[in-house]
């Protein structure tokens, strides 16, 4: 199975201040039929199911806002929120979803201001 | 509007069984791929199981395999996940969940609580 390491585990920033997630994928996870990575982001509150930000790696979730990216390549991949707003403060998962499943996730990052 | 609900949950003694589903509405169900997904208090997310559109293909991670079975029916429009041989590590939020075309996940239930405790 595919191992999917997410760094850090925990990060506190600032608000306005850039946050960067970064998730490593244990192979490359590059789906070749249409030249993209089979990654995607998430974000999880507390007591809620989690919300789908990012997919193919770097392709926003309809109404999801501007400042959240995706980023990287083959096995590394970044979430980057490019100024914190204090609606953000949760736990983010990646998740590959390349070939056979399981579909693995990372262990989360909580992020923190 | 996409909706799933699942039901189903609650708290079984090791070795018990539970049924747990999950009712779709709002698109049709028969055209996607439907996965079970779970959450043990405190913890991340785990994949547990997908099936396909028709029911033709289903996969498991290697910690349910042999205990658990995915099932849906499509006039239903329903979702299923048969647990059996339950253990205490089994123990968590089961959410079911709409694959994308590709296998992420835009639309998820609110989740059932499992608890395998004697």
């Known amino acids: 199975d595919i191992v999917m390491t997410q760094s850090p585990d925990s990060l506190a920033v600032s608000l306005g201040e850039r946050a960067t997630i970064s998730c490593k994928s244990s192979?490359?996870?590059?789906?070749?039929?249409?030249?993209?990575?089979?990654l995607a982001w998430y974000q999880q509150k507390p007591g809620q199911p989690p919300k789908l930000l990012i997919y193919w790696a770097s392709t926003r979730e309809s109404g999801v806002p501007d400042r959240f990216s995706g980023s990287g390549s083959g096995t590394d991949f970044t979430l980057t929120i490019s100024s914190l707003q204090a609606e953000d403060v949760a736990v983010y998962y990646c998740q590959q979803y390349y070939g056979t499943p399981p579909y693995t996730f990372g262990q989360g990052t909580k992020l923190e201001i | 509007e996409v909706q799933l609900v699942e039901s189903g949950g609650g708290l079984v003694q090791p070795g018990g069984s539970l049924r747990l589903s999950c009712a779709a509405s709002g698109f049709t169900f028969s055209s996607y791929w439907m996965t079970w997904i779970r959450q043990a208090p405190g913890k991340g997310l785990e994949w547990v199981a997908n099936?396909?559109?028709?029911?033709?293909?289903?996969y498991y991670v290697d910690s349910v395999k042999g205990r658990f079975t995915i099932s849906r029916d499509n006039a239903r429009e329903s979702l299923y996940l048969q647990m059996n041989s339950l253990r205490a590590e089994d123990t968590a939020v089961y959410y079911c969940?709409?694959?994308?075309?590709?296998?992420?996940?835009?639309?998820w239930g609110q989740g059932t609580l499992v608890t395998v405790s004697s």
């Open positions: 969940a709409r694959d994308q075309g590709g296998s992420y996940y835009s639309y």
């Open positions: 192979q490359n996870i590059l789906y070749s039929s249409n030249n993209k990575d089979c």
């Open positions: 099936i396909k559109r028709e029911g033709t293909e289903k």
